[in-house]
């Protein structure tokens, strides 16, 4: 069936409903299975619209996860999702269809597959190109323990462009392992596919024939998309000089049509009794089954809830301030190139790879490649901008070292999604890069307080000769007036931007980092209404260079220094400034309000704040308590 509506009420599913287990869907016959899968395709449109989320490629799965589910044995048998966007068939399948319109909510079901959550759920996802690897340590481990079962890693061809997941297909191939790869192509990852591999899948599909495999688990070659099972050919899938994974050492079997669901049964039944590394390439369509996902796969990627979706702000952006900074700097330096690792709309990168095609790189999913590129061309001469959320910039980290940092080179990053991301949760936070960045010779990181600021914090980084970090978050800004005109900051200097009850001498001094500033400000302006001491709120703007010079002159006119951030506290910004209290042997009392040693389970970004004590009111009821012991003390 093709829906074009999204379900305001929730469908009739007879069938579906009486599957809470996994067990039930494989009592029932093989002709079921495709009302199965258009009841299954009816409660995604519904629970996506109640709850948002990811849609594209849990509507693309369908087919290919009842056919898992009714073949392989699962929990017994192992199926690792990569990623995870696709998870949402999965989890309807195994016990929490009814729970689903609850997925990203706060106590809700988890965004991604999470161990924590089902017996199901394998492995923990969420970043891309984990699952060969992960699926290959379990082959192995279950082979070690001489209790083997099936292992099914279903990873798409976006994903596969990670080098990790050639690394893991190549181990498997060395040990031999009982491992079956599920290639769910799409010719998408959140974009388009893009890059060599891509072109490889696509002629593979374009040859017009099919390597198939009989109930006996005997390989044959045939014309594509005719399904004749009984045949008993015997021939080489392909010549592994056209085939990638032929040519590594994996058994190929496809391309399947990943709709045809009675089909993709009967293929899977057949190459699960065969041994060794299988990779099965099923061919599906982001979005299928629902007409304007089918037409718009990037739009339809992810969805709001209905009742949200007509909801904006006037505030833009903070991608699209990043996007616009980057078109203007561009259009005034021809040396500037931009950089992405598949993440161009949401980036903020869509105009600019339409003005300025020659400079655009998207590297599909491939970060470490990403921040390696940005080095040689910064060796050229050349001002590369890598634009990166904060989250994945983690899988590049010694190519930031070793690569950018360790030469000095002038490399800027945009930083996206920094802090708390909401309802992604813990997989998608970035709570870590002030930590693994500080430490690291030669950046410079900034933080802007709101969508101006980091306009210019922008500008600043990339005319900065060296490796320069702008820090971001989520969402949109603040609402305030961007300047277009350029005003280049001093590196290393902070500003005060809020100073109360100024007839006192001492008092309390706020340093504040980033997308606390505002927030410390209000939380300031209730504080100064119940003590009588002078209140300051400081916008440090550098976690590197941190502003020594302001922390240093404000030391004598305070008499308790808090540090603010949106970042862990363990070796985070507050910590910087520990540090340098500690080496100017200065002796203050310092409260240090950041996010707890702990991942964080999603919610909304303002649920999340609150439960953390970041937003006005936790800080402002943090300092009273520390204020009030530290007064009792005295």
Known sequence: MLYTEIPNQRPVTPLLDTIDHPKQLRELAKHQLAQVADELRQFILYAAGQSGGHF??????????????????TPQDRLIWDVGHQAYPHKALTGRREQLTTI???????????????????????????????????SLARRYLKDPCNVVAIIGDGAMTAGMAFEAMNDAVAHQADLMVVLNDNDMSISCSTGGFAKHLAAIWEKGQSVCINEQGEAYLQDYPAWDYTSRLHSSATDAADNLFKAIGFDYFGPFDGHDVEHLVQALNAIKKRKGPRLIHVYTKKGKGFAPAEAEQIKYHAISKIDAAASSTSAPKYSDVFGQWLCDEAAQDERLLAITPAMCEGSGMVEFAKKFPERYFDVAIAEQHAVTLAAGMACEGLKPVVAIYSTFLQRGYDQLIHDVALQNLDVTFALDRAGLVGEDGPTHAGAYDYAFMRTVPNMVIMAPKDENECRQMLHTAYHYPGPTAVRYPRGAGLGVVIQKE????????????????????????????????????????????????????????FVKPLDENIIRALADQTQMFVTVEEHAVMAGAGSAVNEFLAHAQIVKPVLNLGLPDQFLAQATHGEMLKDCGLDAKGIEKSIVQAWTKLVQLV
């Open 56 to 73: 594209g490629a849990n509507l693309g799965v369908v087919e290919l996860t009842v056919a898992l589910h009714y073949c392989f044995n």
């Open 104 to 138: 990203r909510a706060k106590n809700g079901l988890a965004a991604f597959p999470t161990r924590e959550e089902s017996e199901f759920d394998t492995f923990g996802v969420g970043h891309s190109s984990t699952a060969i690897s992960a699926g290959l340590g379990m």
């Open 486 to 541: 350029w005003t280049s900051l001093e590196i290393g200097q902070a500003e005060q931007v809020l100073a109360l009850n100024t007839q006192h001498d001492e008092g309390i001094s706020i340093l504040a980092f980033g997308s606390r500033v505002s927030v410390a400000v209000a939380a300031a302006e209730k504080l100064a209404q119940q003590v009588e001491v002078v209140v300051r709120v400081i916008n440090m703007r």
